[in-house]
């Protein structure tokens, strides 16, 4: 009986030792998100909105060097970090909305070491870019 039990631990061991490696080793595809939108007077707003999800290296963000004067992000941006995605959401009566964040773009690979910020943007979904 001895042997059996120490071949089941080893099994175990070896099992466990499998899934850390393998859940080290991926990523994942997308990043859940959720929000409240409220007014100036912390009213919650309700309807469509457009919003826009960048990673940035840094925390410092200039308007007129990072983003154009349409609303586009300068890909040359110094601390632009080369990905970004919009969506349309619907909030409810309280203003909550989700959405799985890198569902439209792949997000990148992310890697120890790395520090990036997310970025996240609203404007109502019918208007222009600025």
């Known amino acids: 009986m001895p042997i059996l039990g120490l071949a089941i631990a080893l099994t175990f061991i070896l099992l466990g030792t499998y899934s850390n490696t393998y859940a080290a080793t991926t990523t994942p595809g997308t990043i859940a998100y959720q929000a409240r939108l409220l007014n100036s007077s912390n009213v919650p707003l309700t309807g469509s909105y457009s919003v826009r999800f960048s990673l940035w290296s840094d925390a410092d963000f200039s308007v007129g060097v990072d983003v154009d004067g349409a ?10 970090a080369g990905w970004q995605e919009t ?6 009566t309280y203003g909550l909305f989700d959405v ?9 690979n992310f890697t120890n070491g790395t520090h990036d910020f997310l970025q996240v943007e609203v404007k109502p979904a019918a208007s222009p870019a600025t």
């Open 71 to 80: 609303g586009a992000i300068v890909i040359a941006a110094p601390g632009y």
């Open 87 to 92: 969506q349309t959401v619907t909030t409810d």
């Open 100 to 108: 799985a964040v890198g569902s439209v773009t792949p997000l990148p």
